[in-house]
């Protein structure tokens, strides 16, 4: 990536896979009908929502990082990592959102290459937001990470993403879960009619 975008999302595409298929499961249970696959592109612009964007003509790069041997996501649509988000890009009321996929293949473990990509695309300075979404196993090491970054340069805007509040940072926080719903086409009458 030679090229910086003032606003960055960062995944672990693993991560947002395995919880998007949990929540799949418990929905489908919980209000009796079939939960479709998460949209996409729906998707990262509620991130990016909650990340603190806003309407208008900018530009947002999606970053979807993953173990090696996966050829894509099985609970999203689009997708492919190779034909379907990979240099892709799609345009919307809050900007162009562009995809980039990969893993660590030969390189380390993918652990260490989110936490390294992390570093990296946080220490660039054209770079103003960015929204991490970790394996929360990962947690106090991007925690830590973000404290390195916020120690350089404290102007940029950076928002984690997980499923329950975590102790502290220098970051906002926000859940997961809502923008997954969003992106499922699950509405919040349908859950507060459940309970």
Known sequence: MNEWTENIILADADYIDH????LIVNFE???????PPADMSRWVEC????????????????????????????????????????GQAFKGPLGEFCFSAYNSEGMTTKEDFFLDTLLTIGSQKEVKRLMVIPDEALYNKVRETIKRIDEADDSKRITVFAMQPMEGGAFRQEILGYSLMAAMGIRGEEVRNEK
């Open 19 to 22: 919880v998007a298929f949990d």
């Open 47 to 86: 991130i990016a929502l909650d990340g603190g964007l806003r309407n208008g003509e900018q530009q947002t790069t999606v970053v979807l990082l993953h173990d090696k041997g996966k050829g894509g996501l099985q609970n999203f649509r689009p997708s492919r990592y190779d034909t379907e988000l990979n």
């Open 29 to 35: 249970r919980m209000i009796g009908r079939r939960i």
